[in-house]
């Protein structure tokens, strides 16, 4: 398994983040960041800026105003393809997985930016798959001909297969069962550990946040309501009232 | 039937540009039968400046400036099509594609003539002609499919094809895929069109319409989008015009042609190697 050593250059800041679609105000002065070696998880009620957010890191989306920095380098107004090559990759919450490739061309197109050769790529993709557990009889079938459960794992290795310094995973516990979403955060926490890279996870699923964040940053209207343990914001009064409108 | 074959080989080399630009930009490039013509032209411009070298040399450098030139042709196209409103629904790129076929095809009118003009590398007249278009023929196929089936950029060209924005995030260029794409199926374009003029031992600034045509067809045949599929599509294609041509005579190719169209897709609307895609209600 891949370990980076160089913990500082897994670390994502985002300060005073702001995004204006027109005269609506998506992110408003933003400010969070996610270290090495945690799972932090990013809620909110809809609508509250999450994806943008994601958008933004991406570079899909251009901030108005703020700074994103991936280990100390400035990163907001760069390219989208400039950006996932310096080791930043995503997931979706409607999994977009390449139609017409198999389960080993979609991964191994997560890897085309990294170089190297076919035989690495092949390794590599060997290597995610042991991972998360995805049998390697899976690889040539049609990626999307998979149940629902194994296309999100797929999705999520062909994001780790570069070898990402941060991992944004945006609701992969949407339309899958207790038992797949279970998996989900275990496998999240393992990555984690074993390759200490900072994993920003939008869900909204509470349970989910519960068991695979070590910290969780609230969103509503685009600012940040509250940060800390999933426990300190589960009791924190303004979420509260976010969440149920009070 | 070996004929058929070769005439098919032309045809699934055309289908499979006209194919991977539209899987990747979902453009029909009209332009592409064109590109087919100037590789012709310059071929044979190349060949006869080259030929005091002697054969070989004239025709290995006169292969390699078509490439080139028709690969430069195809990055034009490309830059012009990326700098035009791409939005789904927007018309301007496929009547820019249009547009450039009519430029193409005009411009190769005026400066070499109405005519046709003969191709000075005229292959012999026996079974060799037709052994040697082939084997190039189905090189180039062959070399083709493995190049999009399993390399990486083939991967990536794929990918692109299925999700610009998703690809992008893969660290992905998109922009880089598509000028490659095009320049390397417009050379392949250019190669076909120097093939087929040794193979006629004549070529015209209207060659590439006809055989454009046919290109088009081939790829619907096989399945708009599949590769593998257009180049099925293209060697049926030439087997059926061969068959049909030989029964009923020259004259009725492409009536049979296009009647064995319309009957595929009446019974396989998806082409012969296209999927059915089921949407969802």
């Known amino acids: 398994m891949p ?50 957010v994601f958008n933004c890191i991406t570079g899909f989306y251009r901030p108005t105003h703020g700074t994103i920095r991936l280990g100390g380098r400035a990163i907001e107004g760069m390219r989208p393809h400039g950006i996932s090559r310096l080791g930043i990759r995503r997931t979706f919450q409607n999994i977009r997985l390449f139609n017409d ?40 079938q049609p990626a999307t001909s998979l149940a629902y459960g194994l296309q999100r794992r797929v999705e999520l ?17 949407a339309g899958l069962n207790a038992q797949e979403k279970g998996l989900i955060c275990s496998l999240l926490r393992d990555v984690v550990r074993s390759r200490q890279i900072a994993v920003v996870l939008i869900e909204h699923d509470l349970g989910m946040i519960a068991r695979a964040c070590d910290r969780v940053v609230v969103l509503d209207h685009g600012t940040v309501l509250a940060q800390g343990t999933p426990q300190q914001v589960r009791n924190d009064p303004s979420v509260i009232a976010a969440y149920i409108g009070a | 039937m070996l004929i058929g074959l070769v005439l098919g080989s032309f045809y699934a080399l055309i289908a499979a540009g006209y194919t991977v630009i539209y899987g990747t930009v979902r453009l029909i490039n009209f332009a592409h039968g064109d590109v ?18 002697g054969v070989g040399p004239a025709l290995v450098m006169s292969v390699l400036g078509t490439l080139l030139a028709t690969a430069i042709v195809g990055f034009l196209i490309r830059l012009l099509l990326a700098r035009l409103d791409s939005a789904p629904g927007s018309f301007s790129p496929i009547i820019a594609a249009v547009g450039i076929s009519l430029v193409l095809e005009n411009g190769a009118f005026h400066l070499w003539g109405s005519a ?32 999009i089936a399993r390399t990486k950029f083939g991967i990536a060209m794929r990918a692109v094809g299925s999700d610009h924005g998703a690809t992008r995030l893969m660290g992905i260029r998109v922009e880089y895929v598509l000028y490659v794409t095009f320049a390397v199926f417009s050379a ?11 193979y006629y031992g004549s070529i015209q600034f209207s060659m590439g319409f006809a055989l454009g045509l046919k290109g088009f067809t081939a790829a619907v045949l096989g399945g708009m989008g599949n590769v593998r599929g257009a180049l099925v599509g293209g060697l049926v ?45």
């Open chain 1, 101 to 140: 490739l198999t389960v080993l061309h979609n991964i191994a197109a997560g890897a085309y930016a990294t170089g190297g050769s076919q035989a690495a790529l092949l390794e590599a993709v060997g290597q995610v798959c042991a991972e998360l557990g995805l049998d390697r009889q899976l690889l040539l």
């Open chain 1, 3 to 52: 370990v980076q050593t160089d913990r500082l250059a897994n670390h994502l800041e985002i300060r005073e983040l702001g995004l204006l679609f027109g005269g609506v105000r998506a992110i408003d002065n933003a400010s969070f960041e996610a270290l090495p070696g945690e799972v932090l998880g990013l809620i909110g009620p809809n609508g509250a800026g999450k994806t943008s």
């Open chain 2, 188 to 198: 392949i374009a250019g190669l076909t069109g120097y093939l087929a003029g040794s």
């Open chain 2, 36 to 53: 087919y013509m100037i590789g012709a032209f310059v071929g044979a411009l190349g060949f006869g400046f080259l030929s005091p070298l």
């Open chain 2, 116 to 147: 046709p003009a003969a191709f000075p590398l005229v292959m012999p007249a026996d079974g060799r002609k037709i052994a040697l278009t082939l084997a190039a023929g189905i090189a180039v196929l062959l070399a083709t499919d493995y190049w």
């Open chain 2, 237 to 281: 294609l030439g087997f059926v015009e061969a068959f049909g041509g030989g029964w009923l005579g020259t004259e009725w190719t492409d009536v049979i042609a296009f009647s064995f169209l319309i009957a595929v897709l009446t019974l396989r609307p998806s082409g012969l190697l296209g999927e059915t895609v089921v949407q969802r209600m």
């Open chain 1, 157 to 173: 290795a062909r994001a780790l297969v570069a070898d990402p310094r941060v991992l944004l995973v945006d609701e992969p516990g």
